[in-house]
């Protein structure tokens, strides 16, 4: 009913910059709240950024101040450019939507992944 589909991982020295992106696809009426996930190896998912239909934005504090998170509601993409990237940003990323429905159901939705390396 909604597909999420992610791109802009790969790998990046310490230092770089990357822009995940992340489209959404399928009956959807309206999307709320958009945010971007991470895991690293042995951790638990931890949230990194976020977004509202508004604007208004959170980050964690690792990230703060070197990754960016926006959206195009046109396109029903979010995107987040992460810059300053250190060894310790590497992890699969994850993009979370929460979506409504043409039927007005309400549906969230995880992408499948991508994979951020930062060598040091």
């Known amino acids: 009913q909604v597909q999420l589909v992610e791109s802009g991982g790969g790998l990046a020295q310490t230092g770089g910059s990357l822009r995940l992106s992340c489209t959404a696809s399928?009956?959807?009426?309206?999307?709320?709240?958009m945010s971007w996930y991470r895991q690293a190896p042995g951790k638990q998912r931890e949230l990194v950024a976020g977004i509202s239909i508004g604007g208004n934005t959170n980050y964690a504090d690792s990230v703060k101040g070197r990754f960016t998170i926006s959206r195009d509601n046109a396109k029903r993409t979010v995107y987040l450019q992460m810059n300053s990237l250190e060894p310790e940003d590497t992890a699969v990323y994850y993009c979370n939507v929460f979506s409504v429905l043409l039927d007005q159901r309400r549906l969230e939705v995880w992408g499948q992944g991508t994979l951020v390396t930062v060598s040091s």
């Open positions: 399928g009956v959807i009426f309206r999307i709320n709240a």
